[in-house]
């Protein structure tokens, strides 16, 4: 089992920039794909990026590719999101989750991760 903790996130402006964590429990971290959705209010959760076991390879939804980047440190733990040039659009609440690497998780769906974290407020002002 996985548990993962996410933090970072805070009230910022537009433009600026923010980098998320979230750490995980337990020694087979390394063993699972690792993403990113977001909940904005009233809207459903949404997948915003994904990185493969070995950090070869990354995937991204459409409205953040060239702005976030996702990365991990297996030694660490822990998996972040980098977010620069911020919008309005992207406030909502971010969660962390983990993939069996088996599954499709690269297709965004939730459907595909099974352990998931609480989430971190990220708040961007116009």
């Known amino acids: 089992q996985v548990q993962l903790v996410e933090s970072g996130g805070r009230l910022v402006q537009a433009g600026d920039s923010l980098r998320l964590s979230c750490a995980a429990s337990?020694?087979?971290?390394?063993?699972?794909?690792m993403g990113w959705f977001r909940q904005a209010p009233g809207k459903e959760r949404e997948f915003v990026a994904a990185i493969s076991v070995s950090a070869g390879n990354t995937y991204y939804t459409n409205s953040v590719k060239g702005r976030f980047t996702i990365s991990r440190d297996n030694a660490k733990n822990t998996v972040y999101l980098q977010m620069n040039s911020l919008k309005p659009e992207d406030t909502a609440v971010y969660y962390c989750a983990a993939a069996r690497p088996s599954m499709p998780y690269y297709s965004g769906s939730r459907t595909y991760y099974d352990y998931w974290g609480q989430g971190t407020q990220v708040t961007v002002s116009s």
């Open positions: 337990g020694r087979t971290f390394s063993t699972y794909a």
